[in-house]
């Protein structure tokens, strides 16, 4: 593997990774009714997932060009962050609604 192909996979997961962690604070903050925070940090984390989309783009365009990707464990490992850190966000978003209902009940 290149060290290029390294870098872009590198940078899928470390992204992917944060958007999964600002989706918990998203929920932590919810806990407490701070939706000013959670609305934040659902931001940090939509922003953390299109910077893990561009570096999956990237993989993606190389293949397009005719280079493929070889295939490895850390390639596999790099989307499954990226599919992790999709569907957190998305459940995180739901929860925050959620304590939205229960606060103002």
């Known amino acids: 593997m290149d060290e290029k192909s390294l870098q872009v996979m590198?940078?899928?997961?470390?992204?992917?990774?944060?958007?999964?962690?600002?989706?918990?604070?998203?929920?932590q903050a919810a806990k407490e009714y701070d939706f000013?925070?959670?609305?934040?940090?659902l931001n940090d984390a939509k922003e953390s997932l299109i910077?893990?989309?561009q570096s999956q783009t990237e993989m993606l365009t190389k293949e397009a060009q005719g280079n493929s990707?070889?295939?490895t464990l850390l390639t596999i490992h790099s989307q499954d962050h990226l599919m992790t850190g999709i569907t957190f966000?998305?459940?995180?978003?739901?929860?925050?609604?959620?304590y939205r209902v229960i606060d103002k009940k």
């Open 69 to 71: 990707t070889e295939i």
């Open 89 to 98: 966000t998305d459940l995180a978003k739901e929860i925050v609604d959620l």
């Open 36 to 41: 000013e925070s959670a609305e934040q940090s």
């Open 51 to 53: 910077k893990a989309h």
């Open 10 to 27: 590198m940078g899928l997961i470390m992204h992917s990774g944060d958007a999964k962690s600002h989706a918990m604070e998203a929920i």
